[in-house]
């Protein structure tokens, strides 16, 4: 891993693949006093690629920022759910027939196609309107295809960084894979396409997008597990089970980072909450993999202190 110092004077570490290559990224920002990382897999010198260089964010509220950093999105809600389809599927043809499922919820007028094509019409011309001028929104058969090629889209960073992760994890280099995981994670806004969930395709396609977030947090908390960092997981992971409060997983993530920092009391109270929970929301019992977890601490299990054993209990 390649260090640097960035703009705050820390030094950062800037992930690269298995041959030791370095990874170009833009330097990270802050966003409401939190520190971002844009630009992953992208050659510096992109950043002088003019004015159709243009941000398309949709791992959060949908925006669209142009060269300038001007705010682009398209006001109107059916544009931003064709943009946001067109760029959760980008560089791929997106049918018609999905298109209008997408726009009209199932229930189009006789003349949705023909009102899709306008749609597109109109989504061209704002973005060329707006200096955005993203890539090219042409017809395919049998629908459309947006290419986005030479644009920055969060989600393909996203993606790009949580391969880079596992591939850095086969290679046996489990910090570096754990700082890319952070850095992919970094790039999320809120829930994926937060402002557009009414819209039922627009929701499903979003859902997946929430699901790919929390695989790649289950993988980080585990890393950073194994990597012996329980103490400062602690309050990371009872954020999250506010925000999650039946998703098992970081229970057991936490259960075991409480044991390794010597708060048994506090990590049996954590099963007792989470049986609770359960049992009084879903008439269930914990998974048999969170149950073992506790019969290990009343049983002060010597796994629960190797690092290295975490998955093979799984």
């Given at each position: 891993?390649?260090?640097?110092?960035?703009?705050?004077?820390?030094?950062?570490?800037?992930?690269?693949?298995?041959?030791?290559?370095?990874?170009?990224?833009?330097?990270?920002?802050?966003?409401?006093?939190?520190?971002?990382?844009?630009?992953?897999?992208?050659?510096?010198?992109?950043?002088?690629?003019?004015?159709?260089?243009?941000?398309?964010?949709?791992?959060?509220?949908?925006?669209?920022?142009?060269?300038?950093?001007?705010?682009?999105?398209?006001?109107?809600?059916?544009?931003?759910?064709?943009?946001?389809?067109?760029?959760?599927?980008?560089?791929?043809?997106?049918?018609?027939?999905?298109?209008?499922?997408?726009?009209?919820?199932?229930?189009?007028?006789?003349?949705?196609?023909?009102?899709?094509?306008?749609?597109?019409?109109?989504?061209?011309?704002?973005?060329?309107?707006?200096?955005?001028?993203?890539?090219?929104?042409?017809?395919?058969?049998?629908?459309?295809?947006?290419?986005?090629?030479?644009?920055?889209?969060?989600?393909?960073?996203?993606?790009?960084?949580?391969?880079?992760?596992?591939?850095?994890?086969?290679?046996?280099?489990?910090?570096?894979?754990?700082?890319?995981?952070?850095?992919?994670?970094?790039?999320?806004?809120?829930?994926?396409?937060?402002?557009?969930?009414?819209?039922?395709?627009?929701?499903?396609?979003?859902?997946?997008?929430?699901?790919r977030r929390l695989v790649a947090s289950?993988?980080?908390?585990?890393?950073?597990?194994?990597?012996?960092?329980?103490?400062?997981?602690?309050?990371?992971?009872?954020?999250?089970?506010?925000?999650?409060?039946?998703?098992?997983?970081?229970?057991?993530?936490?259960?075991?980072?409480?044991?390794?920092?010597?708060?048994?009391?506090?990590?049996?109270?954590?099963?007792?909450?989470?049986?609770?929970?359960?049992?009084?929301?879903?008439?269930?019992?914990?998974?048999?993999?969170?149950?073992?977890?506790?019969?290990?601490?009343?049983?002060?299990?010597?796994?629960?202190?190797?690092?290295?054993?975490?998955?093979a209990t799984a």
């Amino acid at each position: 891993m390649h260090k640097t110092v960035g703009k705050f004077g820390v030094r950062r570490g800037i992930p690269s693949d298995e041959s030791g290559r370095r990874l170009h990224h833009r330097p990270m920002t802050r966003a409401g006093g939190r520190v971002e990382a844009r630009g992953f897999g992208r050659d510096p010198a992109d950043d002088c690629s003019g004015e159709d260089d243009v941000n398309i964010l949709v791992l959060g509220p949908l925006d669209v920022k142009n060269a300038d950093g001007c705010v682009v999105t398209p006001p109107a809600l059916k544009l931003r759910t064709l943009l946001a389809v067109l760029c959760v599927h980008a560089d791929r043809v997106v049918s018609t027939q999905h298109l209008i499922d997408a726009l009209w919820s199932g229930a189009p007028p006789r003349t949705a196609e023909s009102a899709l094509h306008v749609y597109v019409s109109k989504l061209r011309k704002h973005l060329v309107a707006t200096g955005s001028r993203v890539g090219e929104l042409a017809t395919r058969s049998p629908g459309y295809v947006l290419d986005l090629s030479a644009h920055q889209l969060d989600l393909r960073e996203f993606d790009a960084m949580t391969l880079l992760a596992q591939q850095l994890e086969g290679a046996g280099r489990l910090e570096e894979a754990s700082r890319t995981l952070e850095c992919a994670l970094s790039l999320w806004r809120g829930p994926a396409l937060a402002d557009m969930r009414e819209m039922p395709v627009v929701d499903a396609l979003a859902r997946q997008l929430d699901e790919r977030r929390l695989v790649a947090s289950e993988r980080r908390f585990e890393l950073e597990l194994a990597l012996g960092r329980h103490s400062r997981l602690i309050s990371e992971l009872y954020g999250v089970t506010a925000l999650h409060p039946l998703w098992e997983n970081p229970y057991y993530f936490l259960m075991i980072a409480l044991y390794r920092s010597g708060r048994t009391a506090e990590c049996l109270m954590v099963y007792k909450q989470v049986r609770h929970a359960l049992v009084d929301s879903l008439g269930m019992e914990p998974s048999s993999r969170f149950q073992r977890l506790h019969q290990a601490v009343l049983d002060r299990a010597a796994w629960l202190d190797d690092p290295a054993m975490l998955q093979a209990t799984a």
